[in-house]
């Protein structure tokens, strides 16, 4: 799956994922009315979904990022992965299973739907596994499925949790659009929301 990186422009301002915001929304469906001018919303997810937007259009820059990585992937609507800067690194998450048997090496992210980090796919290279709240160390890490591998198997009742940079699952809104007259008097705008699996 491919993933974008995003960057508040708090490092050098060359980035080109500045002044991006968004908001937390709940996973609602509406249903068809019950009554004429009555509709029912049903919470599909205890966790809320975030809706990306740049309030006053892309910049060039923006515009030539995105629609590059948008292009060498081919993505219209299908999902890909986010590094949002604004979300804190998860810090010390319980593993399914939360204890080691001796024998398994292979761990999964939590699957609740309850759970805070139900929503979240591990980046690459910024996972630390830990066992017994000792680092432990990892063999792979499988963003798509949301796995850990350990390289030897926690021992038996042994807490297992890892720390990692988390990636939000998400896609565009709707597709990429020019909204103007000329270049000069207009703006690029984009809008993603997340999704919770694809």
């Known amino acids: 799956m491919a993933y974008a990186v995003f960057n508040d422009g708090a490092t050098d301002g060359r980035e ?20 004429p001018g009555q509709t029912e ?5 205890a966790c809320p979904r975030r809706r990306y937007r740049w309030p006053a259009g892309l910049t060039e820059a923006q515009c030539v990022a995105w629609e590059a990585f948008l292009q060498a992937r081919g993505i219209q609507r299908e999902a890909f992965l986010v590094e949002d800067p604004r979300d804190p690194v998860r810090e010390l998450v319980a593993l399914e299973p939360a204890v080691g048997d001796g024998a398994r090496v292979t761990f999964s992210l939590p699957t609740a739907e309850a759970s805070p980090d139900f929503r979240w796919y ?6 630390v596994g830990y066992v017994a709240g000792v680092p432990a160390a990892l063999a792979s890490v499988d963003t798509d499925a949301r796995t850990v591998t350990f390289v030897a198997p926690p021992g ?9 940079r988390g990636l939000r699952l998400v896609r565009l809104t ?13 703006r690029y705008e984009l809008a993603i929301e997340e999704v919770l699996r694809d």
């Open 122 to 127: 591990p980046k690459q290279g910024s996972v």
């Open 156 to 164: 038996v009742g042994a807490m297992v949790q890892a720390t990692y």
């Open 174 to 186: 709707v597709p990429p659009a020019f909204q103007g007259v000329t270049k000069r008097y207009g």
């Open 16 to 35: 080109p994922w500045v002044d991006y915001e968004f908001s937390d929304e709940p996973f609602v469906e509406v249903l068809g009315e019950r009554a």
């Open 41 to 45: 919303r049903v919470e599909l997810f």
